[in-house]
């Protein structure tokens, strides 16, 4: 069972997600002052950490700093009414892995937090080692993707684009969360980056059949990969 510490001074609100979320099958720990905060993080050591940004004594910006810099690894979404380009940006600046704009879903929360979470666990793939997709050979630490005698060495991007779809084999992959892992952001320009990658990547993985990279529109993709 995922724990979640969530951060929010809206009783009625903080209530309502804390209910869904256990419902889901999360174990939820609700906080409502920013100043509780880190004691609460240090105590209940949380699997990842959903944070509203406007709190009182200490914001949701201060704290993710302050998170990533004792957790590098820990997955932060921040949740805000304010919806400026500059506030997202601070957002992820400050440690975010996703910025969600109120109001919002309670699906579209769960399916956030699930993501996260999946990419955090999945750590399939060391450095060193090489990783079977298909009939292809991933070596991440030399930046190569081999089919029997062939070589393809990918660029630090194309590396890294592989290595997130190879952790998530036969799973779905939100886009904003490939954009926000490997390029920091999801803007337009980043998004259409992606489109060319994901393009290259399905030429690279083209001699196999049984893999391929499918887009799901308006969520993102699934990485087949068959037996």
């Known amino acids: 069972m995922s724990k979640i510490l969530y951060l929010e001074d809206e009783h009625f609100l903080g209530r309502i997600v804390k209910e869904s979320l256990e419902s889901r099958g999360f174990e939820m720990h609700l906080i409502a002052d920013g100043k509780l905060f880190m004691d609460a993080f240090n105590s209940y050591q949380p699997d990842l950490c959903v944070l509203d940004v406007m709190v009182p004594n200490v914001d949701g910006f201060t704290l993710g700093k302050e998170v990533r810099a004792i957790s590098p690894q820990m997955p932060i979404i921040f949740l805000t009414a304010k919806n400026q380009t500059d506030d997202v940006l601070e957002g992820f600046k400050s440690g975010g892995n996703d910025y969600i704009k109120k109001p919002f879903s309670m699906e579209e929360l769960i399916v956030r937090i699930n993501n996260l979470l999946q990419l955090n666990s999945q750590q399939k793939i060391e450095k060193s080692s090489k990783v079977q997709i298909g009939s292809y050979a991933f070596d991440y ?64 993985f083209e001699k196999d059949d049984s893999i391929q990279l499918i ?3 308006g969520f993102g993709y699934h990485f087949s990969v068959g037996s």
């Open 141 to 204: 630490s030399q930046h190569k993707l081999l089919y029997n005698d062939h070589i393809i060495s990918l660029s630090h991007r194309e590396n890294e684009l592989i290595r997130l779809l190879s952790n998530n084999i036969n799973s779905k992959i939100d886009r904003r969360v490939i954009l926000n892992t490997i390029w920091g952001d999801d803007s337009l320009y980043n998004s259409r980056n992606l489109d060319v990658y994901i393009r290259k990547l399905r030429v690279y």
């Open 215 to 217: 887009t799901l529109r």
